[in-house]
């Protein structure tokens, strides 16, 4: 299967090479005979055609034109077509009178326009193909992504659930709960609400694909909350993050997977408890998030459910190709998880 650039390639030789072979049978059967004369002029056509239509795609490339709606796209093509047309007439003129046919070329507006208004139309045939070409690609390539995204949907949400909503965190939570009732009330009841957040929020949040990060952080914070009951002096929270952050688009529940490892694999197996470090800033367009926790890495121990980790490289990984970083690593005696996601611009 012929990748994206390499089809454009394909159909621009094709389409030149086809123009100049039904420019050469119109001429022939015009009474003009095959010569030397009329290969090099087919040939400089071909030539002229396909360099000034790639230079054509670079502009619009550059000027982001894709971007423009219909109303706003087609006022550019006319003019840009136009002065295409313009430029090629004098570049073939000047390359077939003067190089090939070795004639002196004399201006003739009423020669000229005509050519002019055939060079116009022709490259706006061409870049309505190109347009038609691009959409139809990028309509291929998101509805591939969305497919994608169904198929794997259903297992993800299953992993996720595994993950994120295990039995040992509620009746952790439940039981720190229960604890409070006599001695605490009006804690007990603040858990009771945040647990309750918490289970609604994940189940609601599961069927979205992406979440603003301010959502997101409303649960982490929830969560935390509840951990910090239960571990009361033995957890230390700090969080930086960066106001901007908050309308960032990712996917949800996946900072609260990665702040609940953090606590399972740190602080619930340190007797002197541990620190858990929340950081999120912009950086290069793209959300950048840095959590440190008390332990040590080690990759070769699966966890517990054996989903978390590799869950959250799965849905990285489908709903951003490469574009999305994660990494997993040990420095200055803690565990340190970076987290980069690009901005989604599909939705």
Do not use: C
Request: hydrophobic share 45%; aromatic share 10%.
């Amino acid at each position: 299967m012929l990748n994206k650039k390499r089809l454009y390639w394909v159909s621009q030789v094709g389409g030149w090479l086809l123009y100049a072979f039904v420019v050469g049978v119109f001429n022939v059967l015009t009474g003009n005979s095959l010569s030397v004369e009329l290969f090099f002029s087919l040939l400089s056509i071909f030539l002229i055609g396909i360099s000034v239509a790639h230079a054509f795609r670079l502009v619009i490339v550059k000027l982001n034109w894709m971007r423009f709606n219909i109303p706003r796209l087609i006022p550019r093509l006319l003019l840009g077509t136009l002065i295409i047309g313009i430029i090629v007439y004098f570049l073939q003129a000047f390359i077939i009178e003067r190089l090939i046919v070795q004639s002196a070329y004399e201006f003739n507006i009423k020669e000229a326009f005509p050519s002019v208004i055939n060079w116009t139309l022709l490259y706006l045939m061409w870049s309505l193909l190109y347009f038609l070409f691009h959409f139809v690609t990028n309509y291929k390539k998101e509805e591939i992504k969305n497919l994608r995204w169904q198929a794997a949907k259903n297992e993800i949400e299953l992993n996720k659930l595994k993950s994120q909503l295990n039995p040992h965190f509620i009746f952790n939570s439940m039981n720190s709960i229960r604890a409070l009732i006599n001695e605490d009330p009006v804690l007990a009841k603040k858990a009771i609400t945040q647990l309750s957040n918490v289970l609604r929020t994940s189940l609601l949040m599961g069927k979205q694909k992406l979440i603003p990060f301010g959502d997101e952080m409303k649960l982490v914070n929830d969560y935390l909350g509840l951990e910090k009951t239960r571990f009361e002096e033995r957890l230390t929270i700090q969080k930086k993050i960066d106001k901007s952050t908050e309308v960032f688009l990712l996917p949800p529940l996946m900072i609260q997977t990665l702040v609940e490892n953090g606590i399972k694999h740190g602080t619930s197996k340190l007797p002197e408890g541990g620190v858990l470090e929340i950081n999120a800033k912009l950086e290069n367009e793209s959300l950048k998030i840095v959590i440190y926790n008390s332990g040590v890495y080690d990759k070769n121990q699966e966890s517990e459910t054996g989903f978390g980790l590799v869950n959250t490289v799965q849905r990285l990984k489908l709903l951003y190709g490469n574009s999305a970083k994660f990494e997993i690593l040990n420095e200055d005696n803690k565990v340190k998880t970076v987290l980069t996601i690009p901005k989604e611009t599909t939705l």
